[in-house]
């Protein structure tokens, strides 16, 4: 309960002081003159009794009008908000500093391997290579910053989401990783400092349960409806074929990952095919090229299954244009 006004508390300090004095003052009165009945004991424990009363009342009020904080230390049962304990597998060591992951079918933590739940960064050495299943724990920082080594990390890669493929190997390619955080800022080539939450932060592919990477040509099918497909530079200006619209291929996205600059993606439709987006004027055979001189990782295009025209695109980022 918060304290109440100064004024006010004064006031009912003074009001039950007084009646503590009442109380006093009829005590002493009974105590000298006695009453006027045969039988004084019961009048006298009557008196003290209220006494007690207004006393009681009196200190029961004392927290509420001037605060009771502590005056020495007392131990309480609480968790560090950035720290948690997990149940190691049977036979296995999670090192220091190691991505620790969460095995879906038994909820043990290991070192971190797709399709593992990350849980956070193993702030000591957890050695169960003799125990069974759930013999120790281990203790990670689930919450935080943390230097990591970042394969391909240039500077103007902040903001980016990062993977893990095991517990010491780190990516921007969202194919066969596991999410772990953003780049929170860039140190050196390849090495970032990664802003990771494994309670909040939520990898923004995560929609897409199929992804594939892509270095070279494709030509796409009705199967590759609702899959994420991954460029990388291997993959610059590297044709790309949708089927006729007739197909049904539906709910396709491509996605560069590599470095600002370094990727073209070109998405060639059929011959009497176009493909529609905002700002992109409509015409048959004419490639949808993503713009390499400002590419950043992280650029899309989402084409959904349109009309006899041909694909409309439903989602993009980055500089996108059509053929001329």
Known sequence: MKKIGFWSGMLLVVGLVALAVSAVAVT????????TVSVTAPAEESSLESLGSALALLFSMLPFVFGITLAANKPRAFELGTRNDFAVIAADIIYEGAAVGIVAASGHAQPLANPNRFAGFAEAKADNSAGAAAAINV??????????AVTGAVITDG???VYATDDDTFTFNPVAGVFVGFVHRFVSAGVAIVAFDALNYQDPWAHYTVRELLSGVKTFDAEDTGKLFVVDSAGDGAALTLPAIATGLDGLTIMA???FGTTQIKIDPAAVDMIL??????????DLLLTKATQRRGDFVTL?????DGYSVTALRGIWAREA
């Open 28 to 35: 002493m009165a009974d105590a000298f003159t006695g009453p």
């Open 257 to 259: 990952v590599s470095a």
């Open 139 to 148: 203790r990670v920082v689930e919450s935080g910053k943390i230097q990591l």
């Open 277 to 286: 987006g905002p700002d992109i004027t409509g015409a048959d055979n004419k």
């Open 159 to 161: 903001g980016q989401p």
């Open 304 to 308: 959904g299954l349109g009309d006899a």
